[in-house]
């Protein structure tokens, strides 16, 4: 069955430090996969997709990701994070169905950003 | 700005009660689909309609149903409503029949509180 895995609820990092939310999927063909961002009282927002060609993908407010088919993963990293970082992550995977398609989501994983 | 728009943005009601939730899809888009989020369960997808149709149902109870009108805005009706039904609905839409490769787009939300 389809699925996607965010295995860290609850990340702290330090702003100015790295940052890496991992994903993993599960899926039978080549995947379409998704990073959503949820800032707190907002819906989500897009930042970026894979569809297919460079595995690694760069999205907005400088995150990028990369899709890792060996290891079925498409995980979120930024160099340097900023406090307005702090946010809910989701991951999601396109999936078919015949006609039922759909995104498969995460749980997320919640973002803190300390001062 | 999703460009896409839900009213209301809060709704406070009383168990039994039956409460509306509407949603207006970005100009262009003719899909929407209907998520509920909350603490215990995540963000569950509820059901899609393109273009007028009921296209893919997930984990929508049979006291909720929904509709996509003519001018593509859709409705969600949640009746008898329970304790539990308490949770932030969004709304979502994309340009074509949707799911595994376009990007949603989501709404802010309505968050339904049950009294």
């Known amino acids: 069955a389809q699925s996607v895995t965010q295995p860290d609820i609850h990340i702290t990092v330090s702003e100015g430090a790295s940052l890496e939310l991992r994903c993993n999927y599960s899926y039978g063909a080549t995947p379409y996969l998704f990073w959503y961002v949820q800032s707190p009282g907002q819906g989500l927002q897009l930042l970026l997709k894979?569809?297919?060609?460079d595995t690694l993908v760069q999205g907005i407010k400088g995150f990028e990701a990369e899709f890792k088919r060996s290891q079925s993963s498409f995980n979120l990293r930024k160099p340097s994070v900023h406090w307005s970082d702090a946010a809910e992550y989701f991951c999601a995977v396109g999936a078919d169905a015949g006609n039922n398609r759909k995104l498969i989501w995460g749980l997320g994983t919640s973002l803190a950003v300390n001062p | 700005d999703s460009g896409v728009t839900q009213t209301p943005k809060h709704l406070i009601t009383a168990t039994g009660q039956r409460v509306t939730l509407r949603c207006s899809p970005r100009s262009g888009d003719l899909s929407v689909y209907w998520y509920q989020q909350s603490l215990d369960q995540g963000l569950q997808f509820l059901i899609h309609?393109?273009?007028?149709?009921?296209?893919a149902k997930g984990n929508i109870l049979e006291r909720f149903s929904a509709q996509q009108f003519p001018d593509l805005h859709s409705e969600l009706n949640l009746s008898s409503l329970e304790l539990g039904d308490s949770a932030l609905y969004f709304c979502?839409?994309?340009?074509?029949?949707?799911?595994?490769?376009?990007?949603?787009?989501f709404g802010d939300g309505t968050r339904l509180s049950i009294l």
């Open positions: 894979y569809f297919s060609g």
């Open positions: 979502a839409s994309s340009v074509g029949l949707g799911g595994s490769d376009q990007p949603q787009h």
């Open positions: 309609y393109y273009n007028g149709e009921e296209r």
